[in-house]
T-cell receptor
Framework: AQSVTQLGSHVSVSEGALVLLRCNYSSSVPPYLFWYVQYPNQGLQLLLKYTSAATLVKGINGFEAEFKKSETSFHLTKPSAHMSDAAEYFCAVNLGGTGGFKTIFGAGTRLFVKA | NAGVTQTPKFRVLKTGQSMTLLCAQDMNHEYMYWYRQDPGMGLRLIHYSVGEGTTAKGEVPDGYNVSRLKKQNFLLGLESAAPSQTSVYFC????????????FGEGSRLTVL
C-alpha cells in the first residue's frame, strides 16, 4: 500500500538552530509532494510543493525541501528556527496526477521551538 | 478574499443526533473534499467531489453522507452521530488539472457525547 512516513511525532529545537523534519514515501509512480503547516486552531496551508521541476524546492518562511528519488524522501529544512515556526507539519503525497483525491498525508510532526 | 469557509466551527452533539457541516469556496474550484483529523493519524479523506452533482467515497466514508448541489458548496452530513465521530473536520478544494495543491478551511470541531 502507498504510504507516507514522518519520522518523529514531536521535534524540539532551540531558536536559531537547524530544523529538519523527515518524510519518506512509498510510491511506484512519480508523485507530487507537499509540505503543509498547521498553526493552532487553524486549517492547513501550503508550505511548499514538488511537481517534477527542480528537486530543491523553496517555500514560504525560509523553508525548503529536497526531493531525493533514490531515497524516496522529501525532508523539510530551515537553517534557523524562529519561535513563530512552532506548529504541526504534514507531509503529503498526491499519487493521482491532477486533482487531490489520491493525496495521502503523513501523521504529522509537531515542532517545538525553545527560546 | 474568503477562500474556503466552514460552518459551524464548533458543535456538540449527543449520540444519535444528526447534523450537517457546510463548506463554501469562492475560488471556482472543481474538486472539493472532506477530511477528518485525529491525533497521530494525519488527515483521512471521508468523501470527495469532482464536480457539481457528483460525489465519491474516500478512505473513511462510513457514517457520513455528502452532497454537492452547487459548485461552490459541499455538505457533509451525519445522520446518527457516534462518539467515534468526535474529530476535527476539514473541507478543502483544488483546481482540476492542477498538481493537487489543497486549499483548506479552518476546520469544524465536533464532539459527540
Amino acid at each position: 500500500a502507498q504510504s507516507v512516513t514522518q519520522l518523529g511525532s514531536h521535534v524540539s529545537v532551540s531558536e536559531g538552530a537547524l530544523v529538519l523534519l523527515r518524510c519518506n514515501y512509498s510510491s511506484s509512480v512519480p508523485p507530487y509532494l507537499f509540505w503543509y503547516v498547521q498553526y493552532p486552531n487553524q486549517g492547513l496551508q501550503l508550505l511548499l510543493k514538488y511537481t517534477s521541476a527542480a528537486t530543491l524546492v523553496k517555500g514560504i518562511n525560509g523553508f525548503e525541501a529536497e526531493f531525493k528519488k533514490s531515497e524516496t524522501s522529501f525532508h523539510l529544512t530551515k537553517p534557523s528556527a524562529h519561535m513563530s515556526d512552532a506548529a504541526e507539519y504534514f507531509c503529503a503525497v498526491n499519487l493521482g496526477g491532477t486533482g487531490g483525491f489520491k493525496t495521502i498525508f503523513g501523521a504529522g510532526t509537531r515542532l517545538f521551538v525553545k527560546a | 478574499n474568503a477562500g474556503v469557509t466552514q460552518t459551524p466551527k464548533f458543535r456538540v452533539l449527543k449520540t444519535g443526533q444528526s447534523m450537517t457541516l457546510l463548506c463554501a469556496q469562492d475560488m471556482n474550484h472543481e474538486y472539493m473534499y472532506w477530511y477528518r483529523q485525529d491525533p497521530g493519524m494525519g488527515l483521512r479523506l471521508i468523501h470527495y467531489s469532482v464536480g457539481e452533482g457528483t460525489t465519491a467515497k474516500g478512505e473513511v466514508p462510513d457514517g457520513y453522507n455528502v452532497s454537492r448541489l452547487k459548485k461552490q458548496n459541499f455538505l457533509l452530513g451525519l445522520e446518527s452521530a457516534a462518539p467515534s465521530q468526535t474529530s476535527v473536520y476539514f473541507c478543502a478544494s483544488t483546481r482540476a488539472g492542477d498538481s493537487g495543491e489543497l486549499f483548506f478551511g479552518e476546520g469544524s470541531r465536533l464532539t459527540v457525547l
